[in-house]
């Protein structure tokens, strides 16, 4: 079942004759830290998708952008909360669960932790209350768990849609709404290009999946080895979807040497993958001369 609002279609600037863009930002963690660099060289570019999409981190990074944030100021905050472990910690201690019943119900494990509460904790300001809200048309995948198929949200109630499309398993518990039990929505789409097909001239998806990459001599733990099983099955849909239709740009930074819960690992991320928006200014500039011969 999907959610359907008559998206508003906001030209891109600052050449309103020219080609329109949207953007999608796939699923991964800590690695989606490298959209950042992304929607900064849109902002460098004078690029305003008319539509954004995104899946779980991308669907935060996306939900940023499509409220009126620039990069450098998703930038900024991210690095605010970030720069301190102290600061992690204290934001989490504020999201455990309200009541020690409720604690006792979930019990002590894995995938106790509410997405909702997390993200009141995490998000900015910025961030509205509603997707009618934002100054770009968002849209925002979520796996619905008994009904065995991709749920998209574009209208309505913005933070508990943000949560479901991030609700990982194994760390977050599901999220409950409209009477559905909803996981991250990178489950079933990593890179959600494909539902804004048709929404603009040129559309740009970036992949921040990765592949497990060889950290140490040691085999790797249980939950180590279950988020690398998550990476190969979302590159074997992504790799599917890819054989169907390609984006116009599709961008796939260096980040399989970090973990899905790197968050602290911001600095060295950004490092990593900042050719990425040389990349991406090439590949528009590639794209445009293309389209105008």
């Given at each position: ?31 989606g ?20 999409s ?9 939900a ?37 019943s ?6 002590i ?71 559905r ?9 990593p890179?959600p ?12 998806a ?8 060889v950290?140490?001599a ?18 074997s ?23 899905v ?33």
């Amino acid at each position: 079942m999907t959610e359907h609002k008559p998206a508003k279609r906001i030209v891109a600037s600052p050449a309103p004759s020219g080609p329109t863009f949207a953007v999608a930002f796939g699923g991964g963690g800590a690695r989606g830290l490298a959209h950042i660099h992304v929607i900064e060289a849109l902002d460098e570019l004078g690029l305003r998708p008319v539509m954004i999409s995104g899946s779980s981190i991308g669907a935060i990074m996306g939900a940023g952008m499509a409220a009126g944030m620039p990069g450098k100021d998703i930038r900024a905050y991210a690095g605010q909360v970030l720069a301190r472990r102290s600061e992690v910690a204290a934001r989490i201690w504020r999201a455990r669960p309200a009541k020690f019943s409720e604690m006792m119900e979930t019990g002590i494990r894995l995938g106790q932790f509410n997405a909702e509460r997390i993200l009141k904790e995490f998000l900015p300001r910025e961030i509205p209350d509603t997707f009618e809200e934002l100054s770009i048309p968002l849209r925002v995948t979520a796996t619905d768990y008994y009904g065995h198929h991709l749920t998209v949200f574009e209208a309505g109630e913005l933070r508990s849609a943000l949560a479901a499309s991030a609700a990982l398993p194994a760390v977050f518990r599901p999220v409950m709404r409209d009477g559905r039990m909803l996981i991250d929505g990178g489950i079933y789409n990593p890179v959600p290009f494909d539902v804004l097909e048709g929404a603009a001239d040129i559309l740009i998806a970036v992949d921040v999946v990765g592949v497990p990459a060889v950290r140490s001599a040691k085999i790797p733990n249980t939950i180590e080895m279950m988020f690398g099983a998550t990476q190969l099955m979302m590159q074997s849909i992504i790799a599917m979807k890819l054989e169907r239709k390609r984006p116009d740009i599709l961008l796939r930074p260096s980040i399989s040497g970090f973990r899905v819960l790197d968050f602290l690992k911001m600095d060295a991320i950004m490092a990593e993958t900042a050719s990425i928006k040389d990349e991406l200014k090439r590949a528009v500039e590639t794209v445009l001369k293309r389209n105008a011969a």
